[in-house]
């Protein structure tokens, strides 16, 4: 449907009918939408930023599109050469050497330290960027070659979602896959000394999984090291995120009920929350693209209502999770600052936040706190600089309300001295590596992931808000 369609509702009709490709990759089996069987990365794989089950049919032709200019070379060179670190801005003080690196590594510490320091210039706390992480995690890995792998494989992505190289994308997963081989061997000698290079590598690569069974593993296995790490949390780089007293605490745990009628009146609430924006973004190409992407979105969910399967909720609400994570940098990193932009990054936090029920097995774990603290923030922003933008804010907030409500979130006041706590030792459980397709490269072995039980979601729910928390909340 066009956004100038004069129908205020999406339409009720079956899923789009397409001719069956008998050989397509499995994500789009998974998203029953027809694939195009592309080699070695289909055309809807790329375009969503995940990896598609043809690359395991070898190595992908042609070099990674590393975004290369002449004045980065002379970066780069000049960074060999001096060994001075270029973005002296992000006072990190455990800096990475380059002699220690490859040129395509060395390019991929480069991209992600300049997004960061773009960002910083641009004052964008007001989006909740996670770059503003990106100099204590640089910290820890220049001091462990597994986070630091965490952390290529998150600069690689970004690349990809710029160039949309499937070339770059394989490096993302390589950086990956190794990654997850360090990390497996530091749980195996978990210490005081390894858990912050421990918790590091999980938040990166939480974000960076891009199918359910690696995701719920990496909530279960953080859970684990967020336990252990109980006695020396103070101590921690993330000792901020750790405290009680500053992340939220919830309700019961309350399943969701299935309801198609309820899910589909979300959705065209939705839909219907959106299309004033088109009006409102006249003549701002890059917004309008943006709103566009998103109300598209919104129809498609419409479609596929009610969805059954983790695994295919997580593969449907993927490509909202990419924008949220890539789209604020790709707008600020052009000095876009405006209210416009700001309007719009919140209505995709807001729809977002509007959706997650219809997804309870992934829903309120992906979109928390990613999603609360920026639009909270960027509605104090306009509330400073452009008045007149702020009546276009009542949907994100709508939707934050609604959230908290549901999820029945309440700061705490004290830390409670009860709760189980995992023994010091050196081996920690809940981790299952066989769970990511990246390790396989490195060596790993394909096996079933454990189901899932109420208590698992507990963990996994407090894991990922503490993630979200450590990557997204707005301050220091």
Known sequence: MSTSSGSSNPPVQSRRSHTKSRNGCRTCKKRHIRCDETIPQCCNCTKH??????????????????????????????WRETGVYPFPSLGVDNQPSPSRYSPTDLRLIHHISSVAAQMQAAEAASSATWTKRVPMFLRIASSNDFVMHSLLGLSASHLSWLTASPATLQLA?????????????SIGNFSKESSDAVLAASILLSWQVTDWRSWASLLQGTSTVIDAMHAWKHESEFAEFMEEKEIFTRGAFR???????????????????LLPLVDYFHGKDEELKGLEELINFVEGLYEYIPVHSAEEQFALLHPLRTWLFFLPIDFLRRGQQDASVMVLLAH???????????????????????????????????VKRAQSAVALMGFPLEMVRHFRERMDWRRAQTVSPGGVRASHSSHLTGWNFDAFPEYAMVG???????????QDVHGSVAASDFIASAMWRVGP
Do not use: W
């Open 348 to 382: 995709f936090y807001g729809v977002a936040l509007a959706v997650e029920p219809l997804f309870p097995a992934v829903g309120a774990a992906y979109f928390g706190t990613m999603s609360v603290g920026p639009i909270e923030q960027i509605h104090k922003t306009l």
């Open 444 to 454: 790993g072995h394909a096996q079933t992931v454990p189901t899932t039980t109420v």
């Open 255 to 273: 399943p969701q009920i299935a309801d198609p009628q309820r899910d589909r009146h979300v959705v065209s609430h939705v839909y219907n929350s």
């Open 49 to 78: 930023n995940v990896r598609c089950d043809y690359m395991d049919g070898g190595m992908v032709e042609g070099n990674p599109d590393l975004n290369m200019t002449p004045q980065i070379q002379r970066e780069l060179d000049t």
């Open 173 to 185: 997963y390589q950086h990956r896959g190794f990654a997850f081989q360090g990390l497996q061997e």
